[in-house]
């Protein structure tokens, strides 16, 4: 017994050692500037980075002890995260949990939990940002807050559906279904999870249990075999920050704002418009990479194994890089890019708008769902307006091509493929740095100014797609054809 308690106050020692290093003040200001960067930022990579001493500590230390000692480390230390971060901001997240709770246990596995959820949930996110606005990008406690909301809401939408017939639900439906009544100490654990807190990402908390339970490993009864696969994403994260650090100080959406950008010819405006569009994403790219080598290392990313026998661990993949940086369509970089976010809208909102009979509708209500998570700008309405109609002419573009015989042999003419190619990332960057345009500068009277600039492009372009391609359609495909098509 002695033993085993001087065992467990050295690994408390050692992980306040790992703490303390984490948060020390190392002229973080001093040190920020001297990057291009903030304060705030900075703290937020040193942060994300801290999870692999954690995770670290985690393998070694907690992996297959009781639950409630892993629940509270990840509470304790999602806390300090928090603190760390944001200070005594840490309120709005802890005050979010602990009401969900009571929610869960008052209200029961009811449609009405749902509801209050959803409402309460988005009430809070969409009050913080709207009294901590400001007209540019500030690290606050609403950037990680919006990741727990959705935790939150997915978390009662699981616990109604655990109380529901299983034959009622559909088979994606009954692997997410909580059976069991969580208590206060797993849903803080789940929320406060130190490799997903601030910038995710998504995961259920069935998946959370099998973690704390020592189930997510490819070596039953030891731990994980997963530093490999962990290093590597953290590597490849660490190639995608350098790159943006060094290329964020000459590309910026600052330039987009002065007069010198808007003196260039039209042709110089829109190649630097591809080219940050392109960079700009850099940054999330990276932090998600991080982040998924984080959970990787602890056991969350732990997928199963392949029919070869090989483990997978890509359960908290928020990144396809090779399809990011290779698919030349816009519906591959929305596969590839924020996957598990995608995946939650998919799962809690667009499957559930199922009755609307409407899949496009749906979409729709997806997207406006998402531009109003991210925030209250005008600048993300504008962007999910114009992935919703990017998205909608592409698919009439690629229908067309593949329904016209005339246009399928032009696209199938092997010597012209890598000019095709090359067409179709041109277009493919160039709108997705007109969509993030909006995004990016937030408010209506920034954005304005940049798609004056390039004289609306982007919406000119796909809206007249939209309206010509049905005529071109009549055009160019066979009546057999298009008869074929509707049987």
Known sequence: MASAAEGDVGAVAELATVLRWGFQDLSL?????????????????????????????????????????????????????????????????????VLQFLILRLMGRTITAVLTTFCFQMAYL????????????????????????????????DYYDGGKDQKSLSSEQQKYAIRHVPSLLEVAGFSYF???????????????MKLVQGQLTDLPGK???????????????????????????????????????ENHSFW???????????VVLYKYVACWLVTEG?????????????????AKWDTCANMKVWLFETDPRFTGTIASFNINTNAWVARYFFKRLKFLGNKQLSQGLSLLFLSLWHGLH???????????????????????????????????????????????????????????????????????????????????????LLFILPYVRKAMVPRKEKLKKME
């Not at 130190?194 to 959370?208: D, K, M």
């Not at 962990?230 to 007069?259: F, H, K, M, N």
């Not at 984080?294 to 969350?300: A, D, K, Q």
């Open 29 to 97: 200001n001093k040190l920020a500037t001297s990057l291009g960067a903030s304060e705030q930022a900075l703290r937020l990579i040193i942060s994300i980075f801290l999870g692999y001493p954690l995770a670290l500590f985690y393998r070694h230390y907690l992996f297959y002890k009781d639950s409630y000692l892993i629940h509270l480390f990840h509470t304790f230390t999602g806390l300090s995260i928090a603190y760390y971060n944001f200070g005594n901001q840490l309120y709005h997240s802890l005050l979010c949990v």
């Open 126 to 157: 969409l009050a913080g940002y709207y009294y901590t606005a400001t007209g540019n990008y500030d690290i606050k406690w609403t950037m990680p807050h919006c990741v727990l909301t959705l935790k939150l809401i997915g978390l009662a939408i």
């Open 194 to 208: 130190y490799g997903a807190f601030l910038v995710g990402p998504q995961f259920s908390v069935n998946h959370y």
């Open 223 to 261: 731990i994980p075999n997963s530093t490999i696969p962990a290093l590597r994403r953290l590597s490849l994260g660490l190639i995608y920050l350098v790159g943006y650090t060094l290329l964020s100080q000459y590309i910026t959406e600052d330039y987009l704002l002065t007069d010198d950008y």
């Open 268 to 278: 110089f405006r829109c190649l630097y418009m591809l080219v940050w569009g392109k």
């Open 294 to 310: 984080v959970c990787i290392l602890t056991g969350l990313g732990f997928h199963g194994l392949d029919e070869l026998g090989r």
């Open 378 to 464: 005008s600048g993300y309405l504008v962007c999910f307006q114009m992935e919703f109609l990017i998205v909608i002419v592409e698919r009439q573009a690629a229908s067309l091509i593949q329904d016209s015989p005339a246009l399928s042999s032009l696209a199938s003419v092997r010597v012209l493929q890598p000019l095709y190619y090359l067409a179709q990332q041109t277009i493919h960057w160039l709108f997705m740095g007109y969509s993030m345009t909006a995004f990016c500068l937030f408010t209506w009277d920034k954005w304005l100014k940049v798609y004056k600039s390039v004289y609306f492009l982007g919406h000119v372009f796909f809206l007249s």
